[in-house]
């Protein structure tokens, strides 16, 4: 991720923290949807965290025009991302 290298360390320890915020709160809002058929709170927030990367990474990297209103298409993207590779892995659990 380009820039990373040259935050000040205050702000990467604060963009950290927030991730894992972030997570918990993702892992925790799936834990409720899907109930007994999810991995945990902490394991479902990791999974959306890495779907959300990686759809991000693949959306920036295929070159999509995102419009006038970038951040609200990351975001978008980052969800809808995020939550079909959760449901992705809980179909994967399924069939193995």
């Given at each position: 991720m380009p820039g990373l290298s040259y935050l000040p360390a205050e702000h990467l320890i604060l963009l950290a923290g927030?991730?894992?915020?972030?997570?918990?709160?993702?892992?925790?809002?799936?834990?409720?949807i899907l109930k007994e058929e999810g991995f945990g709170i902490i394991v479902n927030g990791l999974i959306?965290?890495?779907?959300?990367?990686?759809?991000?990474?693949?959306?920036a990297r295929m070159g999509y025009p995102v419009g006038n209103?970038?951040?609200f298409?990351?975001?978008?993207?980052?969800?809808?991302?995020?939550?079909?590779?959760?449901?992705?892995?809980?179909?994967g659990r399924r069939f193995v």
């Open positions: 927030l991730l894992a915020m972030v997570g918990f709160l993702a892992g925790w809002l799936a834990d409720l959306v965290i890495a779907g959300a990367l990686l759809g991000f990474m693949l959306w209103n970038k951040q298409i990351a975001a978008l993207v980052t969800a809808i991302s995020g939550v079909l590779l959760l449901v992705s892995c809980g179909i």
